[in-house]
């Protein structure tokens, strides 16, 4: 089995440049199960009703969202979604949910959506001690758990991927938008990879308009981030999944 997951989907450029690649790397890759991280795909801050059907128009499976899940208020229509999962470690009581188990070529997928804790300004539970009690309640479950850490500190991801290696089958980091070079299969078999990047104007700071993002820097005063425009680029990672042991065999990364 072929698992891809796509970096932060920047605006409607992002959904654009989705909708332009996704037929064709499900294609020529033998993609089976699709993730997209949704949460910046509301021309930064969070999805609207639109960019979320504009999304599943494609062969999506899962959307998962991050810091900015709240972000427009569109999101409550439809957060429900059975497709749509938000930071499990939100407190209690809160809406939507944490994770959810799809069914792929016989295999029960669980995917689980968490949020770090360090310098990402999000009250939220531990999610190390949250993911432990998820993992163990789903492990006998499912054949495939796979997380999306949405995280600001690379040894926060780092620390989780080691934390959950060999009790998860993927990990993998998104919100820093920029894809690192250190995927790997862990000690123990979990396929990792610190940040799967994104997909959006490549020619940006993290898909904001540069001379906005240079003025916030130089003179510390508020200026409104604008998404950048011109070419996008497409930034995921395809997780090739052994189907007797559920492990990963490998994985590449997907930068167009």
């Known amino acids: 089995m072929k698992i891809l997951a796509i970096g932060d989907l920047i605006g409607s450029a992002g959904i654009k440049k989705l909708k332009k690649e996704l037929p064709y790397i499900i294609s020529k890759e033998n993609i089976d199960f699709v993730i997209v991280n949704g949460e910046n795909s509301a021309e930064g801050m969070g999805i609207t009703e639109k960019n979320f059907k504009d999304i599943l128009e494609e062969k999506v499976d899962v959307i998962t969202m991050g810091n900015h899940t709240w972000g427009k208020k569109d999101i409550f229509k439809f957060i429900d979604h059975p497709k749509l999962i938000r930071p499990a470690n939100y407190p209690k009581g809160v809406v939507g949910k944490g994770y959810n188990i799809y069914n792929c070529k016989d295999k029960k997928i669980a995917v689980i959506n968490l949020i770090g ?3 990402i300004n999000v009250l939220s539970d531990n999610p190390f001690v949250l993911a432990k009690e998820l993992v163990e309640n ?16 690379t040894a926060e991801k780092i620390a989780m991927g080691h934390f959950l290696d060999g009790k998860v089958t993927v990990i993998y980091g998104t919100h820093t ?3 690192t070079a250190d995927e790997k299969i862990l000690p123990n078999g979990t396929g990792y990879i610190t ?3 994104m997909t959006g104007p490549e020619n940006s ?9 240079i003025k916030r820097f130089e003179t510390t005063l508020p200026e409104r981030y604008k998404i950048a425009t011109g070419e996008c680029i497409f930034n995921g990672v395809i997780f090739d999944i052994d189907n007797n042991t559920n492990k990963v065999k490998s994985i590449k990364r997907v930068n167009k």
């Not at 789903?138 to 500190?153: G, P, R, T, Y």
């Not at 700071?205 to 993002?213: D, K, L, N």
């Open 138 to 153: 789903l492990q006998n479950k499912v054949d495939i758990i796979i997380i999306d850490f949405h995280a600001e500190a």
């Open 117 to 119: 804790r360090v310098d």
């Open 177 to 179: 938008h920029v894809q």
């Open 195 to 197: 940040d799967i990047g």
């Open 205 to 213: 700071v993290i898909g904001m308009q540069i001379s906005a993002s």
